[in-house]
C-alpha cells in the first residue's frame, strides 16, 4: 500500500461513517443535509443504485429515480459531509455492474428482481 492510499484510509477511518453495504440494483434512501438560507434540513432521496464507483476516498454511486413520470439521477461521493445517512430499502438481482440500460426503459421493462436471502442463510438466521 502506498502513501497516499494509507492516507486516504486514515481519512475514511476519521470520518467514521457508517456506510451500508449496497450494490447496483439496490433501492436504496438517501438523506442528503440540505442549507437553505439559515435552516438545515435532512432531504430524502429515493431510487435505484444504476453505479458504484470504488476508488477509496473519492467513491461515488449514482441513484436513479422517476419523478414526475421523468427520470432523474444524482451522483452522490460517497463519504461527502453532505450525506446524513443510506438506508437499503430492497435488494435487486442483477448481472450487471453498471445498469445504464435503465435510462432507455420505462416501465414493467425497467422492474428490477428482488434478490431473497437463501434458504441456507434464512435457516441460520432462524437458529
Known sequence: MDLIQQLEQEEIARLGKNIPDFAPGDTVVVNVNVVEGTRKRAQAYEGVVISRRNRGLNSNFIVRKISSGEGVERTFQLYSPLIASIEVKRRGDVRRAK?????????????????????????????
Do not use: H, M
Open 99 to 127: 445498469l445504464y440500460y435503465l435510462r432507455d426503459r420505462s416501465g414493467k421493462s425497467a422492474r428490477i428482481k428482488e434478490k431473497l436471502p437463501s434458504r441456507r442463510s434464512a435457516a441460520k438466521a432462524a437458529e
